[in-house]
């Protein structure tokens, strides 16, 4: 089992930024993939970015490509989202997930999941 609690949500006018963290416990965290996913009201669960177990591979979906970032730290158990020039269109609550054997586009297939953490963008 791996327990997954994130931190760092708030309300920030567009253009400002914010830094979620994911903290993992249990099983070896450097043993899965990290994926940061995010739901609207009202609308599907959407991917927003990958991150290999070393931290060498990251992928981005287009719509948050150049804006945002993911980083991991094995010796913290830690993996962040850096989100920069926030746009109202981000408003979501986002998703950190650990995926065993590498990562994902698919939300339905990672195996633990965040509580989830609300990033409110004002316009």
């Known amino acids: 089992q791996v327990q997954l609690v994130e931190s760092g949500g708030g309300l920030v006018q567009a253009g400002g930024s914010l830094r979620l963290s994911c903290v993992a416990s249990?099983?070896?965290?450097?043993?899965?993939?990290m994926g940061w996913f995010r739901q609207a009201p009202g609308k599907e669960r959407e991917f927003v970015g990958t991150?290999?177990?070393?931290?060498?591979?990251?992928n981005y979906a287009d719509s948050v490509k150049g804006r945002f970032t993911i980083a991991r730290d094995n010796a913290k158990n830690t993996v962040y989202l850096q989100m920069n020039s926030l746009e109202p269109e981000d408003t979501a609550v986002y998703y950190c997930?650990?995926?065993?054997?590498?990562?994902?586009?698919?939300?339905?297939?990672?195996?633990?999941w965040g509580q989830g953490s609300q990033v409110t963008v004002s316009s």
């Open positions: 997930a650990a995926k065993a054997y590498g990562t994902s586009l698919q939300w339905d297939e990672y195996d633990y």
């Open positions: 249990g099983r070896t965290f450097s043993g899965y993939g």
């Open positions: 991150i290999s177990w070393s931290g060498a591979r990251t």
